[in-house]
């Protein structure tokens, strides 16, 4: 695996028009990125990949061949951001410490970079990177450390406490991590007005 975009890009195909995407879109254009979205279209969304340097896959979990069906070979030699939660269709956790959900979207797309990265921050928080002025803590997991490198800086543009967590397989404790945010949130009735921050 190889990334080819530059450290610093300046457009991103966001696949996925829900919440997530929406507002990691407003966050990136109000830092001066070029973005464009897309939904449910293979053409587009092949047709987007190609455009992207940096491809943003923000869509339901289980969504995630189809997205693969739909980008293509288009998507080789790009980066593409894995903000998926690992939830089924029940809502129920749907990965495991042995094998993330970005380690099989790598296996899907072998000659792409993925990243994991925003999973663990509720979508409102995502425009700003902030909560009540303080900035959230994202990690950036990915065995290619260019590519770390690059979602590392769109995260801190954005507003985000940008961690670079290390290798792919570190996304086996990222992902629960976004779910226990959602726990939080819901179980035990914090609302989603919470996040993690990373003090050091």
């Not at 070029?34 to 293979?42: A, F, H, S, Y």
């Not at 086996?172 to 996040?195: C, H, K, S, V």
Request: overall charge negative; hydrophobic content about 40%.
């Amino acid at each position: 695996m190889v990334a080819l975009v530059s450290p610093v890009p300046s457009n991103g195909a966001i696949i996925g028009q829900g919440n997530a995407g929406s507002a990691l879109e407003k966050g990136l254009q109000q830092n001066g990125y070029e973005t464009k979205t897309v939904g449910k279209e293979p053409e587009r969304v092949q047709a987007l990949t190609e455009w992207g340097e940096v491809i943003i896959l923000a869509i339901p979990f289980p969504e995630r061949s189809n997205a693969v069906d739909a980008m293509g070979d288009a998507v080789d030699g790009k980066i593409l951001v894995d903000v998926t939660n690992a939830l089924s269709e029940n809502s129920e956790y749907a990965s495991s410490l042995e094998e993330s959900g970005a380690e099989e979207l790598q296996a899907m797309v072998p000659d792409a970079t993925v990243v994991k990265c925003f999973n663990t921050v509720f979508s409102e928080h995502m425009p700003s990177g902030k909560l009540e002025g303080d900035a959230l803590t994202v990690f950036a997991a990915s065995d290619d450390e260019e590519a770390r490198e690059t979602v590392v800086s769109m995260a801190r543009e954005i507003g985000f406490d940008a961690v670079d967590a290390g290798p792919l397989e570190k996304a086996r404790w990222l992902e629960p991590l976004g779910y226990l945010n959602m726990q939080l949130a819901f179980d035990q009735d914090m609302g989603t007005n919470i996040g993690f921050r990373l003090v050091r």
